[in-house]
């Protein structure tokens, strides 16, 4: 009799709290136990297209930093956007996805662990049964749920959580803890979650450098000009600093931050000379006005890009927030640091151990 392939799904109970990066340092944690691993997401959000066939983002980007054959990427179902709704609203779409489910993951032997990425929270995907409750029942899947910490109230959302997926919850990764949270994360919350049944795997400090846009993602979200140095489109953001006061309280605040993206007018000189020196990345200049040539001689030699846009201060702020907000790990800096992250801070032999897994071998 064939041995039965595990599945572990990786959940979540809000959008953007972390599961592409669970699941890349988990991953990387259980190849180097030997253990044959594939990946899959049932539900795609992010498309982009290759060549002549589109791909789901994720995937792409996990698949080739975990270096994964063709046979150990489980496929996408469906894609969750705008024209797949309004098709499954009309009933032009019938697909029992539940049967794809049996037919594409259930039929297919892919290595001695499946970990897939879940849907955004507990409740996307209903509509067409892939839900994450939907897609462990189909799978008889372990669940791991990533929860970005928010307060000592986030509690209440595991144990919420806990209610809903019931004994396939294995574990939880507490995710994104303020350095001065920790103690009371240690002290207070992990210990009462233990009670509830509730094993917490990995408690992860803050990391600047996870939250961290690139100057190209910025430019990109901004609909912005490169005035300057698009050549270092790849420097990594990780604060948004306003330069809308006098230039000296600018230089006072702008010597306290780091690796900032500094936005203000184009006509404010002053406050573009100071941010760039200091610890700017970019510099971001809003109402369509070019700094002088002085201000690009300088920002050419600091290798700081310039970006001017068509928009004001406010609207300029809210799309550099959102995209903050919304952060995706497709830089190598970022998966080898969460890759330190996961090995410091996540329990991988208590998790083998709640999957029934023994590793292979234990690589160096």
């Given at each position: 009799?064939?041995?039965?392939?595990?599945?572990?799904?990786?959940?979540?109970?809000?959008?953007?709290?972390?599961?592409?990066?669970?699941?890349?340092?988990?991953?990387?944690?259980?190849?180097?136990?030997?253990?044959?691993?594939?990946?899959?997401?049932?539900?795609?959000?992010?498309?982009?297209?290759?060549?002549?066939?589109?791909?789901?983002?994720?995937?792409?980007?996990?698949?080739?930093?975990?270096?994964?054959?063709?046979?150990?990427?489980?496929?996408?179902?469906?894609?969750?956007?705008?024209?797949?709704?309004?098709?499954?609203?009309?009933?032009?779409?019938?697909?029992?996805?539940?049967?794809?489910?049996?037919?594409?993951?259930?039929?297919?032997?892919?290595?001695?662990?499946?970990?897939?990425?879940?849907?955004?929270?507990?409740?996307?995907?209903?509509?067409?049964?892939?839900?994450?409750?939907?897609?462990?029942?189909?799978?008889?899947?372990?669940?791991?749920?990533?929860?970005?910490?928010?307060?000592?109230?986030?509690?209440?959302?595991?144990?919420?959580?806990?209610?809903?997926?019931?004994?396939?919850?294995?574990?939880?990764?507490?995710?994104?803890?303020?350095?001065?949270?920790?103690?009371a994360v240690e002290t207070l919350l992990r210990p009462f979650l233990e009670q509830q049944d509730i094993p917490v795997l990995a408690a992860l400090p803050k990391n600047d450098l996870l939250r961290s846009v690139s100057v190209g993602e910025l430019a990109n979200q901004l609909n912005a000009e490169v005035l300057c140095r698009s050549d270092r489109l790849d420097l990594m953001v990780e604060s948004l600093a306003i330069g809308a006061m006098n230039v000296n309280s600018a230089v006072k605040y702008f010597r306290k931050r780091r690796n900032m993206a500094v936005v203000t007018g184009g006509d404010r000189v002053e406050i573009q000379q100071a941010a760039l020196e200091t610890s700017t990345q970019c510099l971001i200049l809003t109402g369509q006005l070019p700094p002088p040539a002085f201000i690009l001689h300088r920002a050419e030699e600091l290798e700081i890009p310039i970006l001017s846009v068509d928009l004001d201060t406010l609207t300029t702020v809210e799309i550099v927030d959102r995209t903050f907000g919304q952060v995706r790990l497709h830089e190598p800096i970022k998966v080898e640091c969460i890759r330190q992250l996961m090995a410091e801070h996540f329990d991988i032999d208590r998790l083998l151990s709640k999957l029934g897994l023994t590793p292979a071998t234990t690589l160096s």
């Open positions: 009799m064939p041995k039965s392939h595990k599945y572990l799904l990786i959940g979540s109970t809000e959008t953007y709290s972390g599961k592409s990066a669970t699941v890349l340092g988990l991953s990387h944690q259980l190849q180097q136990k030997g253990l044959d691993i594939a990946y899959g997401k049932p539900l795609g959000t992010c498309l982009t297209t290759c060549g002549e066939t589109v791909v789901e983002e994720d995937v792409q980007f996990v698949a080739l930093s975990l270096n994964l054959p063709e046979n150990r990427i489980a496929p996408t179902l469906l894609t969750l956007d705008e024209v797949n709704v309004q098709k499954r609203l009309r009933n032009q779409d019938n697909t029992d996805y539940h049967q794809s489910l049996i037919q594409q993951y259930l039929q297919v032997s892919r290595g001695d662990l499946v970990l897939l990425e879940g849907p955004g929270d507990l409740s996307e995907g209903n509509l067409f049964n892939l839900s994450l409750l939907q897609v462990a029942e189909v799978l008889e899947a372990a669940v791991l749920l990533v929860a970005r910490y928010n307060s000592l109230l986030s509690v209440e959302a595991l144990l919420a959580a806990k209610q809903r997926v019931g004994d396939r919850l294995i574990g939880v990764v507490i995710n994104d803890i303020p350095t001065e949270q920790l103690t």
